[in-house]
């Protein structure tokens, strides 16, 4: 499938006139993003689905800015210097039988993996790779996992399974009630698709966030929860926080209920399991507060509610890093966090869709990917048989300059057309109120 069928797919899933497509030019062959998988082409109709939406013409869309910002991690720096994105306890590792994936870049998660290997803090990358080598895969997996630090055994995509999640819509797109009025609508106008919108950001990491700054991006009032005692690194915030309030709150509080009370939307990205145990599930949200927008993005899909996961262990356990290896062995990675930058474009696409849908019809409405679902898509599109050569970009011209809280920072500048983003705020730094 390419980016043009799939656009049209996705179009379709959102409920859109097959019309505004009429004029539409794809052009997800030309993001150069260099992989054997066809990650420019999902990632340039990810991007397509989001400005359509907002109203904009996909034709338009610059696939050198689309690569620069799926890959903004790499065009950030504070005060000029590049951080360090990736710990030094996630990686692909050699086993006894095989290779896994760990992901150690939160503390809890690498003291978790230290401790299931006896490993002290000080330890360096040759001893880690000592001890996982005397270990079967299927035990070094289990060791990790047990003590709550995340791992993966690197396996061969299975085509059978791949061909029946993509059976399943990539957004999946339901109304929970009926009733054809809720709560009454705000006021609300603007020059942007979603001023006066209220979005509550209950997500971490990449792709919940891609999602709510995309939101912002089209003048939503984005106020990002955290709890307080889960402190996320500098870099990963405002690689992804721009135009966004952003406040530490327990969310068993009463104070979340109230926020939730007052939210057009809210987007979860935590652990259906993690849900389940703080009231946040999409059922009890619909239940207590009638007629809100609810989006929920998980790594693996519902039907594994106690697994954690990012997009790196993901592209590990669902094949593409076996497709991505240079040498047929050693495994390989894509060359931007593509599942996670898809994952926010679309599901900010289909919020946008259904905010404007609850406004004319009413009802309460819930929406749900996963990296999971979006990596069997990408197994589904053709690949290429070799790499194609590498081409030069003038990041320069997709980059945007800001200080924040007395740092200079450099961030990408948004992949949809036309538009520029607001600077990032201090992490937690805003009060949990509208």
Not at 91 to 113: K, M, Q, S, V
Not at 278 to 302: D, F
Request: hydrophobic share 45%.
């Amino acid at each position: 499938m390419n980016a043009g069928s799939l656009l049209s797919r996705i179009w379709g899933e959102l409920g859109g006139d097959p019309r505004a497509l009429d004029d539409v030019t794809a052009s997800g062959n030309a993001v150069p993003l260099r992989s054997r998988l066809a990650i420019g082409e999902l990632a340039w109709t990810s991007v397509a689905a989001a400005t359509l939406v907002a109203g904009g013409d996909p034709s338009v869309i610059d696939p050198e800015r689309v690569s620069v910002a799926y890959r903004s991690d790499r065009a950030l720096t504070i005060d000029g210097t590049a951080p360090p994105v990736w710990s030094p306890f996630s990686g692909f590792w050699e086993t006894a039988d095989g290779w896994i994936r760990t992901h150690g870049n939160y503390p809890h998660h690498a003291a978790a993996l230290r401790a299931a290997l006896g490993l002290t803090e000080a330890v360096d990358a040759d001893r880690l790779r000592d001890v996982i080598l005397g270990l079967s895969a299927v035990d070094a997996v289990s060791a990790i996992t047990s003590t709550g630090g995340l791992a993966v055994p690197v396996i061969a995509e299975d085509p059978d399974a791949d061909a029946r999640l993509r059976q399943q819509p990539l957004l999946d797109i339901r109304r929970l009630n009926s009733a054809s009025t809720l709560r009454m609508p705000r006021n609300v106008s603007g020059p942007l698709p979603l001023s006066g919108m209220r979005v509550l950001d209950l997500t971490r990491v990449i792709a919940g966030p891609v999602c709510t700054r995309t939101l912002a991006l089209l003048g939503a009032d984005v106020l990002r929860i955290d709890p307080p005692d889960l402190p996320e690194p500098e870099w990963q915030h405002v690689d992804t926080g721009h135009g966004k309030r952003t406040a530490l709150l327990d969310a068993r509080s009463p104070r979340m209920q109230e926020l939730l009370a007052g939210a057009d939307a809210v987007v979860l990205g935590y652990r259906p399991a993690a849900l389940d145990r703080l009231g946040l599930t999409p059922e009890a949200l619909a239940q207590r507060h009638p007629g809100l927008v609810i989006a929920q993005l998980s790594a693996w899909g519902t039907d594994r509610p106690e697994h954690a996961g990012f997009d790196s262990l993901v592209q590990a356990e669902s094949g593409i890093a076996l497709v991505e290896s240079a040498d047929g062995t050693t495994p390989g990675a894509l060359p931007a966090q593509a599942l996670d930058h898809s994952a926010g474009y679309l599901l900010a696409a289909a919020i946008t869709t259904l905010l404007r849908r609850r406004e004319v019809e009413g009802g309460t409405w819930f929406v749900h990917t996963s990296l999971r679902r979006i990596a069997g898509e990408l197994l589904g599109m053709p690949r290429r048989a070799r790499l194609d050569p590498a081409v030069p970009i003038d990041e320069a011209a997709h980059i945007a300059r800001f200080v924040v809280a007395g740092h200079e920072l450099t961030t990408s500048r948004p992949a949809l057309p036309g538009r520029e983003f607001a600077a990032p705020r201090p992490w937690g730094g805003d009060q949990p109120r509208w």
